[in-house]
Each structure stands twice: as C-alpha cells, then as structure tokens.
C-alpha cells in the first residue's frame, strides 16, 4: 500500500489551532439577543419537538453556517464564546444552546432511551456500574472520538480545580506515522473490534469492526474509543489483539499526548465547543468538584449529524449506519 502524507487544513498542529481564523467565533450581544427572542417564541414548546427552522437567527445563523463549513472543510474544531450563562436559568439556556446546535446539524441520540442532550457531570457511579460512562465521571480521559460526525459541549459549569480540554488533529497524527511508523499505519486501515456499550442496549450486535484510519473517495476518516477496542479483544468468542494492533494504537496515543501535537485549555462557563470527530480526537483531564450540588462540573453535550459531512468507508456502516456523503448517521439505537 502506498502512503502518502495529507494536505488539508485540518492537519495542524498544537498551538497553530489557535492562530486559525476559523477556530474562535465571538458572540456578539446582538447575536445572543436574536436568539434569546428566537427561543423565547417557543418556551411552550418540548424542546424535542424544535429543530433550526423553528429558530430564526439571520444574523447568527449565517456565523453558524461558516462553523459548520469550517468543521467539515476547515481546521475541524471550533471555539463559540461569549454565550452568558449566569444570565439565564437552565431551562432556557439548555433551548438556546439547542437553537446554535441544531444550525451546526441534527442531534441524534446518545444513548438507548434516546438522550439528545447528555448531561456531562460525575454521576457518582461505583465503577463496576454499568451505567458508568466516562463523561458521567470525574477521571481522566484518554484520546478519542464520539459516533457522531461533531461533537459539541456548553459549559455551564467548571469544576473546582482541573477538568482541561484537550484536542489533537488525528490528520496530523496520521501524516507524522506515514513518516515514521508506516507499517503501523498499515495496520490501522485494517478493521479493529468494538465492543457494543454498555448502554447501547438498542444495538444487536455484542461488536462490529471498523479501522482506526481510512480513506475513502478520497475523504480521510479517523475514529478512535480505545476501551471498546479492548473490551473486544477480551472477549471469549474473539481473538487477542496482536502485539501489532497494540504497538499502533500505543502510537497514536504517544503522538496524540505529545504537546507539540495538542492543545490544552479550559473551557470556560458559557464557553460553547465542537469538534469533528473524523479528524480529531480529544480528551478531558481529570477533576475535583466543588462539594456543594449546584456548583459542581456540569456540560451539556450534544452529537451532531452534519449536512456537509463525508463519504466514510463502508467498513463504518455497524457503527453509524449510513456512510454516504450527507446522510444522517451516528448515535445510539433507541432500544
């Protein structure tokens, strides 16, 4: 197989992310008052039931529009600040963020009951508990991606001490082991196991395969949940990773964590984030919360199928369901 580097403008690296001009967007006041009346035209209405037509946004939704196209054909990952959370009461800010998300793309479920929003906070949860998810903890996260095209977070709230972002382009991980590793990278565009979730109750298959990297109709795709990948290889009815398998994936972590490759920072109340999950990975530093309920670390997250999104190799079919270029694809099976 002849590897070859890519040359994209989601293939930067550390701090050149934050040089971009298509990295941070700011709310201006009179943005967050269009959609401030937006959604207040629909305070009777379930928030299941609003999608982006129901919000009319003509000045912000044109900047949404240019972070939707910056995330699939731009540097991936995208910064929106300015939103005031202390300003309103959770219930409508939780519609006001619904409002920007559903400009971005259409949320899709994340978990069997049909969860849209997913309320990131440590849940407390012992850890032989299968409810247990790592957002719904306070532990330290590694590298990874999320089954949705982008990924977005608003915080509401930050932790007492910790809890840091942060984001690596996979694009720049995959050029940097063309050059150095390439018979791992190999090794990466065969397909690996995942392990059906734990809360993917709605899903029938106990795994399905799909490759760490690909390229498809000339489209890169990279997607990455190291734990389901080893809760796979465990498994009595299925091989051992090999040796091989487990040398690459180790790569892409050392690469990934190495500074020169990432980004680290703090997101910040009203602070909201998204990120492409075919070209980055990211991760989340562990936390201590404050004692007190109401102050503790809370981000409401949403998956995103995205309009412009990508062709993906066939081979991602199990885990998203359709692959052609602009179909609505990722989250989790309603059981």
């Not at 709310?27 to 937006?38: H, M, N, P, R, Y």
């Not at 440590?122 to 089954?147: E, Q, Y």
């Not at 809370?298 to 270029?325: C, H, I, K, M, Q």
Request: aromatic share 8%; proline share 5%; charged share 25%.
């Amino acid at each position: 197989m002849s590897l070859k580097k890519i040359n994209t403008s989601a293939a930067w690296r550390g701090d050149e992310l934050f040089k971009r001009k298509d990295w941070l967007t700011e709310l201006e006041a009179s943005d967050v008052a269009e959609l401030e009346k937006a959604t207040l035209l629909m305070s009777d209405r379930p928030l299941d039931d609003l999608c982006a037509k129901d919000y009319s946004l003509p000045a912000l939704g044109k900047k949404l529009l240019r972070i939707q196209d910056s995330l699939e054909n731009g540097c991936g990952a995208a910064m929106l600040r300015g939103f005031p959370m202390n300003e309103f009461p959770l219930e409508m800010a939780t519609k006001m963020y619904w409002g920007i998300a559903n400009h971005i793309g259409v949320p899709v479920s994340q978990s069997a009951a049909g969860e849209r929003v997913f309320k990131v906070c440590d849940a407390g949860f012992g850890g032989k508990d299968k409810r247990a998810r790592g957002p719904n903890t306070s532990k330290k996260l590694s590298f990874h991606t999320d089954r949705c095209d982008v990924i977005g977070f608003l915080c509401v709230r930050q932790a007492k001490s910790g809890g840091e972002n942060e984001v690596v382009s996979s694009v720049a991980v995959y050029n940097e082991m063309v050059e150095k590793h390439p018979e791992l990278v190999s090794v990466l565009m065969e397909p690996f196991l995942y392990k059906r979730h734990t809360v993917d109750l709605g899903n029938d298959l106990a795994y399905c395969r799909q490759p760490i990297f690909s390229i498809f109709d000339g489209h890169f795709a990279s997607n990455m949940l190291r734990v389901l990948i080893e809760r796979a290889y465990a498994m009595a009815d299925t091989p051992a990773m090999t040796d091989l398998q487990r040398r690459a994936l180790d790569t892409i972590e050392e690469i990934a964590g190495d500074p020169s490759f990432h980004v680290a920072f703090r997101q910040e109340p009203g602070d909201i984030l998204f990120f492409n999950n075919f070209v980055t990975f990211h991760r989340r530093g562990a936390f201590e919360d404050h004692p007190e309920p109401e102050r503790r670390r809370l981000l409401l997250r949403v998956w995103l199928s995205v309009p412009n999104n990508r062709p993906l190799d066939p081979a991602f079919a199990d885990n998203y369901g359709a692959t052609e270029a602009g179909a609505i694809r990722g989250g989790m099976r309603c059981g």
